[in-house]
């Protein structure tokens, strides 16, 4: 990977971490997971390794999701993780100390900001920077974020939806909730526990709102053969799902995302809302 590979942009999710080195692009995007035995307190496998563990594993060996709605959970195994992916990035042989800039969500607070620099240094880097996600969203997708001009980012992540109105370079207006991808898992996961008795974990879940999933409902409805445990035999089972059940599945908590969305909208002073509703049409 060439020793002088000294900048890191790491984007450290609830669900999943991304690596991205300037000039290569993303090299590595795993999940935020490490498998812990607990017998020495070892760790025994991190992101998709440790993922095809969960539910899996023998007693002594617990998969800890270290990030909890956008912030850090468990100090510990975060610095482990991390150590762990910039060692993966820059290769084995690397010797420099690369300077980091980590993505935290709108509405973390000084503490978790600065256990989030501190994990990241102890990992490994040179320096830690900061830098909130809806910011760091806009300039990826391209938004000209220095104009005088309102801008809206809603960042759906796994553990927090950030909600923010971007104008000359800095945040006016923003919330974070914690409602997104995990949760929205977990409610096509109750919906078919209620529905058709079944019990399906949460990739079963992801799955099902990854390859039908709809806000909406829709005429031509995609359909799904779901394998689960029975509730009553305890035998698996199959049902079929449909677009228009996830939709209903999942309806309150996407009304719960579109309440943040309208909450920073009434925060944002009213000229750059005016300006906003007109570039809107």
Not at 1 to 15: C, E, P, S, W, Y
Not at 45 to 72: C, H, L, N, S, W
Not at 196 to 205: E, I, Q, S
Not at 208 to 231: C, F, H, M, N, Q
């Amino acid at each position: 990977m060439g020793f002088f590979v000294r900048k890191l942009g790491i984007d450290l999710g609830t669900a999943n971490t991304l690596v991205y080195i300037p000039g290569k692009g993303i090299v590595l995007n795993e999940p935020s997971v490490v498998a812990v035995s607990q017998h020495d307190n070892r760790v025994v496998a991190v992101g998709v390794e440790a993922k095809q563990m969960i539910g899996r594993t023998p007693d002594d060996i617990i998969a800890y999701r270290p990030m909890k709605d956008g912030v850090i959970a468990n100090y510990r195994v975060t610095e482990a993780m991390l150590r762990y992916y910039i060692e993966k990035a820059l290769g084995k042989w690397n010797v420099w100390k690369p300077e980091v800039m980590v993505s935290v969500p709108a509405g973390v607070s000084s503490t978790e900001r600065r256990a989030v620099i501190e994990a990241t240094i102890k990992a490994g880097a040179k320096n830690a920077y900061i830098v909130k996600e809806p910011i760091l969203a806009a300039i990826g997708a391209g938004i000209p974020i220095y104009e005088a001009r309102g801008h809206m980012v809603v960042d759906i992540g796994g553990g927090t939806t950030d909600v923010a109105v971007i104008s000359l370079g800095g945040i006016v207006a923003s919330t974070s909730v914690k409602c997104a991808g995990n949760k929205i898992d977990h409610a096509i996961a109750d919906y078919i526990k209620k529905t058709f008795n079944l019990a399906v974990g949460d990739r079963t879940a992801e799955d099902i709102k990854v390859r039908i999933g709809s806000a909406i409902p829709v005429e031509d409805e995609l359909l799904l053969t779901i394998k689960g445990r029975d509730y009553i035999t305890g035998l698996p089972r199959t049902a079929q799902v449909s677009t228009n059940e996830i939709v209903k599945a999942i309806d309150k908590e996407l009304r719960e995302i579109i309440r943040a969305i309208n909450s920073v909208l009434q925060d944002t002073p009213p000229e750059l809302s005016a300006l906003w509703n007109v570039a809107r049409g």
